[in-house]
């Protein structure tokens, strides 16, 4: 089988396509004919070696992706051969609070993830794809989606009325504003791009504010909302925190997510202890908010937002756009 992996040292250039067997499913496993994957900004750190440096090598990239049951090994009782399923990112993660444990295998670093043509996962580790979904759209749902949904539902309990900020117009960035709007709540987008920001409002944000204009865009959201959001996705880490801060109001919530801007930052302390503010980080989810997330996504037909869509053997070019930052959504690689 094909499979790509991150070669003797880390590097985009030392990406590779080589040849591997096709595994075997042992007890309670199943293999996957894999259809369709996405990438994650976690994925780029992962190539560059900015992740985990310590990552043993060589290792097949990628935690999303969506396959089909080619076979099931012995023990095997809920999956049969054809059922279309999506591996969960933490495959020890089931429900509950995440834990070292829990987290110590996830797929794309350091276990091998999703960019081969077939890959042996537990059964108990995958969720059903949803029907009304190509191979392509379902392949975006295990990180960024579900990322978006635990901050907004699982930790936050979003409600009809809140107002959402949502940073950026990737992957998470805009399922948070499909999520937020079936919830009924308002949603503020920032972008560097006026072009994106209309497309937002195309798909129901509210408002949208360039930060490449506003420098100060917290205090911009001040304007639109005096008594700030109750909500901020924060994606872009150490350079961005601070005008979340300023945005959101008393009592509000903040959803660590992303470090786009950088990991290490001076915050003044004062803010999050006078306001009684709530920071939050997010590491994805677990396998059960997973399926709630799926059931709510039939139900409002909510469709993922594709940026752009590359075969098996442009995976390079798919990154370089990743590092680019030039997409809308997610970034897809059709099997």
């Known amino acids: 089988m094909k499979v790509w992996e991150i070669g003797e040292a880390f590097g985009l250039e030392n990406l590779r396509e080589v040849q591997r067997e096709v595994p075997t499913p042992g007890h309670g496993e199943v293999l996957l004919k894999m259809k369709a994957a996405s990438l994650n900004f976690r994925d780029l750190l992962m ?26 090994g012995e023990g095997v009782s809920s999956l049969k051969a054809g059922d ?26 350091p276990l091998d993830g999703t960019l081969s043509e077939y890959m042996v996962v537990p059964e108990q580790s995958v969720v059903m794809a949803p029907e009304y979904l190509s191979d392509e759209e379902c392949a975006t749902l295990p990180c960024a989606g579900l990322t978006a949904w635990s901050a907004l539902v699982t930790h936050y309990g979003l409600k ?21 709007k079936a919830h009924g709540a308002e949603v503020i987008m920032t972008s560097s791009s006026d072009e994106k920001l209309e ?18 865009w917290g205090k911009a959201v001040r304007k639109l909302k005096p008594l700030g959001v109750d909500h901020v996705i924060e994606v872009g880490g150490a350079d961005t925190l601070e005008q979340s801060l300023r945005a959101v109001k008393f009592g509000g919530h903040i959803s660590m997510i992303g470090v786009l801007s950088g990991t290490l930052s001076k915050v003044n302390l004062i803010p999050i202890l006078m306001q009684n503010l709530r920071i939050q980080g997010i590491i ?4 059960e908010a997973f399926e709630s997330m799926n059931k709510a996504f039939a139900t409002h037909q909510i469709r993922p937002v594709i940026s752009d869509s590359f075969g098996w053997s442009e995976l390079p070019d798919a990154f370089a756009l990743m590092e ?5 959504g997610k970034i897809v690689i059709s099997f």
């Open 84 to 109: 279309r399923v999506i591996p969960c990112f933490a495959p020890d993660w089931s429900s509950g609070e995440p834990t070292r444990d829990k987290l110590r295998t996830t797929l794309g670093g």
């Open 284 to 287: 994805v989810g677990h396998k």
């Open 199 to 216: 497309r937002v409002k195309e798909m129901g944000a509210s408002h949208g504010i360039n930060y490449r204009d506003v420098e100060q």
């Open 160 to 180: 009809a009325g809140d107002v959402v900020l949502a940073q950026g117009t990737g992957g998470v960035s805009l399922f948070a504003l499909q999520i937020a």
């Open 47 to 72: 190539v560059k070696g900015m992740y985990n440096p310590r990552q043993p090598l060589p290792l097949v990239p990628c935690s999303d992706g969506v396959g089909v049951v080619e076979s099931c």
């Open 324 to 328: 680019k930052g030039g997409h809308f």
